[in-house]
């Protein structure tokens, strides 16, 4: 019998410590699974917390694993107008540094638009970064060769074409093999789309990574999916970006997933951060 998504979401969110940091005229929301040395997991546009579902609690074992809900997404309020990438990044380096204990750096994993955010925040809090993990990240500059065409679904007439719409858009953008989208990815694409007001996809797309990474203390490390459609036909120019901008950086590929590859190969990834983050573990 499959297990009903609301319920395993509640779950897995039952045994996270709740905090909220300033964001806007409200706060931002972060869980917080673990104990030890802090790992920020800063999620992708329009999206939430639960990007990282089936990593928090596997990483929690080894980790003090934070994850917000970017400013505008998930329950986090609005940033203030203009909402930008730098405004955006301020508010979460603030609130990462609130939750870290005196002296303690912190390594941060940001997938998608939150690589871009993450970048900034590794750039911000200097030497309080210790490694910044880029998955599937915007705000590289790179353009691939087609643009991603996604199905609208906010004016469709009930529910079923909705989640239909949905489901076709998981395929589309974040899952390389239609037979890995379950029930629970649905269900997550379509709450955490529909309550998403920031324009996180356009943001994403402004680059300033490059000039940011060169600035910042922290060891950078790439991570895409093999078959990410944002990296399409580009990904050996990213590899070649990201060398470029740290000489010695690290990239991983893990075979046959796409963009939300921590979701879809998720013991592959779970494995892969611990061992780039730590070869001990």
């Known amino acids: ?8 979401v509640a779950d897995i969110e ?42 928090v609690e596997p990483l929690g074992k080894h980790y003090r694993v934070l994850v917000p809900d ?27 540094l609130s939750l870290l204990e005196a002296g303690e750096t912190a390594d941060i994993a940001g997938f998608s638009f939150g690589g871009l955010i993450g970048g900034l925040a590794a750039e911000k809090i ?31 007439p009930d529910e079923a074409a909705r989640r239909a ?17 379950d029930d629970l990815a649905v269900y997550l694409q379509v709450r955490n789309a529909t309550r998403a007001r920031l324009r996180s996809r356009v943001l994403s797309r402004v680059p300033a990574l490059p000039t940011a990474i060169p600035r910042m203390s922290a060891k950078l490390h790439g991570l ?5 459609i944002t990296a399409q036909g580009v990904l050996g120019d990213i590899r070649r970006l990201l060398q470029k ?22 013991d592959e990834f779970n494995a ?8 001990g573990v």
């Not at 329950?75 to 508010?91: C, F, L, N, Q």
């Not at 901008?245 to 998720?266: D, K, S």
């Not at 892969?272 to 070869?279: M, Q, S, T």
């Open 165 to 181: 719409a949905h489901l076709e858009n998981l395929a589309i953008l974040m899952i390389a093999d239609r037979a890995n989208i």
């Open 1 to 8: 019998m499959t297990e009903d998504p609301a319920a395993l």
């Open 272 to 279: 892969a951060i611990l061992g780039l983050l730590n070869p």
């Open 245 to 266: 901008l740290q000489p010695g950086a690290g990239f991983t590929v893990i075979p046959r997933a796409g963009h939300w590859v921590q979701y879809e190969a998720a």
């Open 224 to 228: 895409w999916g093999e078959h990410d």
């Open 14 to 55: 039952s045994r996270a410590e709740i905090r909220r940091t300033p964001c806007g005229t409200g706060s931002m929301v972060w869980r917080i699974w673990g104990r030890g040395a802090p790992l920020a997991l800063l999620h992708g546009g329009y999206g939430s917390w639960t990007h990282w579902i089936r990593n």
């Open 70 to 96: 970017l400013p505008g997404l998930g329950e986090s309020e609005m940033p203030p107008e203009p909402d930008r990438p730098e405004k955006i990044a301020e508010i979460v380096t603030s609130g990462l």
């Open 126 to 156: 200097a030497t309080r970064a210790h490694t910044l993990v880029l998955v599937g990240s915007g705000g590289l500059g790179i353009r691939r060769g087609a643009p991603i065409e996604l199905v609208t679904w906010r004016d469709l």
